[in-house]
Structures are given as structure tokens and as C-alpha cells.
């Protein structure tokens, strides 16, 4: 059975920081792709940042690049998200989500991720 169970959010000041892990099970973690999607209150789902197979190649959207770092560890079989300088519009659910899929010249449509997680709840206050 294939899950991903995100953990690690919470409510943090703005400033704060938090680092989010994502586990994967039921599948071969190290042949997916990895990213980080987030939702804000009645908004669409939104890429925030994804990760290749190996980790060695990441990239970001722009308005967290240099505040979130996306890593990986293919022996725990987790990814993870560093978050730093957060802002009241961070506040989102944060979803990991998989995918066979990495484009090194465009970023990987959302429908092309195959595997998502439940979610875990960001809150920013300001």
C-alpha cells in the first residue's frame, strides 16, 4: 500500500521556522521525484518545491527560494521541507506528493505527481 504522511507543521510566529518530513511507503522512494505543493484557504494547490531522484538537482518557487530548502533521504525514505523567515503568507496545508517524473527544463505538471499526502496544517501569525 503506497503512503506518503507528512508531518511537522504547526503554528509558528512570523520569523519562526519549521521543517516538515515526508515518509513514503509501498513504493521505490529512490526512483520518484519528490515535491512540495501548498494550499492556501479556499485557493488552488500550489508548487512550492521538488526535488530529483538522486537530490541532487531542486528548485523552488520564487517567493520561498532562499527561506525553504528541499532535501531527501533515500536510506529513510523521507523528504523533507526546511522552513525559515516565515511569513503570514506561507500559512497553507503542505502536501508532499511523488512522481516518476523530472523535467530539467520545466517543472512537472501537478497532474504528473502520482502519489500525494494527506497534508499537514502551516499556520503563520503575524
Known amino acids: 500500500q503506497v503512503q506518503l504522511v507528512e508531518s511537522g507543521g504547526g503554528l509558528v510566529q512570523a520569523g519562526g521556522s519549521l521543517k516538515l518530513s515526508c515518509v513514503a511507503s509501498?513504493?521505490?522512494?529512490?526512483?520518484?521525484?519528490m515535491a512540495w505543493f501548498r494550499q492556501p484557504p479556499g485557493k488552488e494547490r500550489d508548487f512550492v518545491a521538488r526535488?530529483?531522484?538522486?537530490?541532487?538537482?531542486?528548485d523552488y518557487e520564487p517567493s520561498v527560494k532562499g527561506r525553504f530548502t528541499i532535501s531527501r533521504d533515500n536510506v529513510k525514505n523521507t523528504a523533507y521541507l526546511q522552513m525559515s523567515g516565515l511569513k503570514p503568507e506561507d500559512t497553507a496545508v503542505y502536501f508532499c506528493?511523488?512522481?516518476?517524473?523530472?523535467?530539467?527544463?520545466?517543472?512537472?505538471?501537478?497532474?504528473?505527481?502520482?502519489?500525494w499526502g494527506q497534508g499537514t496544517q502551516v499556520t503563520v501569525s503575524s
Open positions: 506528493a511523488a512522481s516518476t517524473k523530472f523535467y530539467w527544463d520545466d517543472v512537472t505538471p501537478i497532474h504528473e505527481y502520482e502519489y
Open positions: 526535488i530529483s531522484w538522486s537530490g541532487r538537482a531542486s
Open positions: 509501498g513504493f521505490s522512494f529512490s526512483d520518484y521525484a
